[in-house]
């Protein structure tokens, strides 16, 4: 690349011959670039901006010379003449202001590069020397130093220059995508004047995704610009989960294609209702034929909604060109350098007189294509067509899509360049002093072009309206970007209305905002835009088939104990453990809290039968005080009975410890109370069934049983077995006791409060030495069953011991598979029926007999035998 401005400047050389017959080198080729806008200053600012298009016809390009020494047939594009008027208005401004810039003043020097490659490099060798000569770095007049250059508005265009002004360290203001760490060193001088891409893309992203958007095309032009593009979006839009229905990239001639290319087109943009579109006015100037082509062969037009990013400027020719050509973008979203509110420049623009131009040839030939007239000479005949302009007509009745009296985004960068030039020569001469700057003391008048380059990286400031702007590599200060509606109206006139904007420096949430209501969309409707036949719905969740894009999915139905509660879910979540899923799985429900309470049904009336038949043990207890002395209570060891009736009574005052909510207390004491109680019960049983046992056997002649009757027996049965069963109690409750526990899971949409026993091997240990106990009994008294005596006492209690085992045979399968208050209300139906099956077949003979049949409640009736 550096050898480009060298291979120029030998081309303005003379050639040599053998006889050197002059002593120095005469330029014999002349400049031929003629239109320029120059207005002196002590700092000059130069401009390569475009304006005109030359029009390369057939006729002109016969190779018999070169088709730039002639004047050819130009069209002037309106709207590009703003950006001339941008430069102009700024540095008129900055020179007004005597404190940014004081004793200095401002000049520039702006030609029209008519979108030429070629004439971008001869306006930049110009640039770079004295009016009129072109010897790049020497200056051969008293003309201002060249301070800056504001070009390149094109990413193309930006490295050409650059490969230019980096050799003479030049600052060059200019737009196009941000160089690579490489392509920064190469090209040192180059400052990007326009909004960081990725912002951008950002925002688009954003756009898609707020419309649901999954299923897009991509059109880029076939170049290094266009390949940037798609490399750089392609991730944002797979880190979105948006597909791309095609990504085409389109030859900037499309005169090459094909019959079968255009079908292999129109086949393919046919598959999105949605068409990212990046370019610029050229390239885009390519798509808008290609759908003419479209048009002409189908009759039908292109139906789409176009998104186009902010390299697409609205510079047709003419109102009837731009109407004809861009209608297809009817409804079409753009994204726009945004534009601060710079309210003078108005004024500016409305005070332009082409009858006094004051050197801007530019003036009269913009106001001769917009106002469609002409200046005549006094001396000329002036025809019927076109009519003559008067220099009296109004720019503000001129058509937004021609001409826009408010700054556009890339005049606002323009702008913003000149006033960060201003500033950073403001802070470059307000430092102090510094060695490139001061010469024995003085400061030098002289200013060189690369002693600004650090200031310009450096500079922050706020402009007049308001936007902060730097120029540095991170900033992102003037990252903005307006979101524009192109809406076309009924009188042949359009109108770019503002929906949303991108600001980066927002907070998250806030950094892109749209106002979906005032959008107007080509197909009437908002459009569908994706793959997939429908959305998913809340409650159901996307499963992509094997071989699809993942855009391309079906909806499945989210399992149980999931929910979805947005559209197109990729995955289903489940409930919190408090919470349980609706039946359209698209909502968590807060579960019930679950356990046994007084309040409800079932725990009411096991609380109304535990009182009953502690009633009724209190009532059988104070019977037997009452009639202690009678026979059938003295034959039945009133201690035994007392400890019995006792055991039973508080076994069933102990079920109040498994009703209602769950505690450390009671969920410590309640299984150790119930065991050990109901030990001390079975143990009563087992000492009277002993009893009854020796006490018949001592009855035959020569048995010393005899001797084994008495308290000593029976306090030693009844002591040693609950003992047996409270240490092992308090081994469980000191290695692994009882606590309380939340069961999330076991029933659906509720919570169990729960005792967790602890240790399962001791809580069945526990029950198996209570029924090891009942055991024993039932088998003690099975044996005497059939004593000779007329109220055999073994009899009862062995139909009470069976009732006793049956329940608790029958509550271990039951208590194991039942869960919440279900599995405590078996506990407790257990230990309220057991005691009852103890008290009624014990008890209730006997009271019959003290209450009822008194005369049966002698000594001879109880000790006589039957086979007497």
């Not at 808008?288 to 048009?295: D, F, G, K, P, S």
């Not at 505690?663 to 119930?674: E, I, L």
Request: glycine content about 6%.
């Amino acid at each position: 690349m550096t050898g480009l401005p060298l291979l120029l400047l030998l081309w303005f050389l003379p050639p040599t011959s053998e006889k050197r017959t002059q002593t120095r080198c005469v330029l014999t080729t002349s400049l031929q670039i003629l239109e320029d806008y120059y207005r002196p200053g002590d700092l000059i600012i130069g401009g390569n901006l475009p304006l005109a298009t030359i029009v390369l016809s057939s006729n002109s390009l016969r190779f018999h010379k070169d088709p730039f020494q002639h004047l050819l047939p130009i069209l002037i594009r309106p709207k590009k003449y703003q950006q001339f008027l941008a430069l102009v208005f700024a540095v008129t401004e900055v020179n007004k202001d005597v404190v940014l810039l004081p004793n200095i003043t401002l000049g520039f020097h702006i030609y029209d590069n008519h979108q030429i490659e070629r004439k971008n490099s001869l306006i930049s060798l110009s640039l770079l020397s004295t009016r009129g000569r072109m010897v790049p770095g020497y200056v051969c007049d008293n003309q201002g130093t060249l301070l800056s250059v504001i070009g390149g508005l094109s990413s193309k265009s930006s490295r050409q220059m650059a490969s230019i002004f980096s050799i003479f360290k030049v600052p060059q203001l200019g737009v196009g995508f941000e160089f690579s760490q490489g392509e920064r060193t190469v090209y040192p001088s180059f400052l990007r004047i326009n909004p960081k891409e990725f912002p951008q893309y950002v925002g688009l992203v954003q756009l898609l995704l707020y419309f649901q958007w999954n299923w897009v095309g991509l059109l880029a032009p076939e170049s290094d610009d266009g390949e940037h593009f798609i490399s750089s979006l392609m991730p944002m839009l797979k880190e979105g989960e948006i597909c791309l229905a095609f990504a085409e990239k389109l030859r900037l001639d499309f005169l090459v294609y094909t019959k079968l290319k255009f079908l292999h087109i129109f086949k393919t943009w046919s598959k999105a209702e949605v068409i990212v579109l990046f370019g610029d006015s050229s390239s885009i100037t390519n798509i808008l034929a290609v759908m003419n082509v479209h048009e002409q062969w189908t009759k039908t037009s292109f139906c789409k909604v176009w998104v186009l990013t902010s390299h697409w400027k609205v510079s047709m020719m003419g109102s009837q060109d731009l109407l004809k050509d861009i209608n297809p973008f009817h409804g079409a979203l753009h994204f726009r350098d945004h534009t601060g509110d710079i309210s003078e420049f108005s004024h500016f623009v409305l005070s332009l007189d082409p009858l006094n131009p004051q050197e801007d040839i530019f003036l009269p030939q913009w106001w001769e294509r917009v106002f469609e007239c002409k200046f005549y000479k006094p001396d000329e005949i002036v025809p019927h067509q076109p009519k003559a302009c008067t220099g009296k007509e109004n720019v503000q009745n001129l058509p937004t899509y021609v001409f826009e009296i408010g700054m556009t985004g890339e005049s606002y960068n323009i702008y913003n360049a000149i006033y960060a030039l201003a500033h950073a020569l403001h802070t470059m001469y307000g430092s102090g002093p510094q060695p490139a700057l001061t010469r024995f003391g003085k400061r030098i008048s002289k200013v060189r072009s690369w002693q600004i380059l650090y200031y310009l990286r450096t500079v922050l400031f706020n402009n007049s309206a308001g936007d902060e702007i730097s120029l540095s590599e991170n900033a992102l200060g003037s990252a903005h970007f307006d979101l524009l509606n192109w809406v076309f109206l009924l009188n042949k006139s359009f109108v770019p209305i503002k929906v949303g904007k991108i600001d980066p420096r927002a907070s998250s949430g806030k950094d892109f905002t749209i106002n979906p209501d005032a959008i107007v969309w080509a197909t009437k409707k908002k459009p569908f835009a994706r793959c997939g036949m429908k959305r998913c719905q809340a409650g159901e969740k996307r499963r992509v088939p094997e071989g699809k894009p993942v855009c391309c999915y079906q909806c499945d139905t989210c399992p149980e104990g999931t929910i979805s509660n947005q559209t197109d879910a990729a995955h289903c979540e489940p409930c919190p453990e408090d919470q349980y899923p609706n039946k359209d799985n698209n909502q968590c429900i807060a579960k019930k809290i679950h356990f046994l309470t007084y309040q409800e049904t079932l725990g009411y009336n096991l609380v109304f039968l535990a009182l009953f038949l502690s009633m009724i043990t209190s009532a059988i207890l104070i019977i037997f005080y009452k009639h202690h002395d009678t026979p059938i209570v003295k034959a039945n060891n009133r201690d035994l009975t007392y400890i019995l009736l006792v055991s039973l009574l508080l076994c069933f005052l102990c079920s109040f410890l498994f009703i209602g909510q769950p505690g450390k207390f009671t969920c410590f004491f309640r299984q150790s109370a119930f065991a050990i109680l109901f030990s001390l019960a079975v143990s009563s049983v087992l000492a009277k069934t002993v009893m009854v046992v020796l006490a018949f056997m001592a009855t035959k002649p020569g048995n010393r049983t005899s001797k084994l009757l008495g308290k000593p027996l029976t306090n030693s049965i009844v002591l040693a077995c609950p003992l047996v069963q409270a240490l092992l109690c308090a081994t469980w409750l000191g290695t692994s006791p009882p606590f309380p526990n939340v069961d999330f899971h076991s029933l659906f949409g509720e919570i169990i409060l729960e005792c967790n026993e602890g240790s399962a091997l001791m809580f069945y240990t526990v029950l198996a030495y209570l029924g090891f106990l009942a055991l024993v009994s039932f088998t003690m008294a099975f044996l005497a069953r059939k004593l000779p005596d007329s109220f055999n006492e073994a009899k009862f209690i062995t139909f009470s011991m069976l009732v006793f085992c049956s329940v608790w045979i029958t509550f271990l399968p039951t208590y194991m598979s039942t869960k919440g208050k279900s599995m405590v209300a078996v506990e407790i139906f257990s230990i309220l029926t057991s005691g009852a099956a103890l008290l009624a077949c014990i008890f209730f003979p006997k009271c019959y007999i003290i209450l009822l049949r008194p005369s049966l409640n002698c000594r001879e009736n109880i000790t006589r035998n039957k086979n007497i």
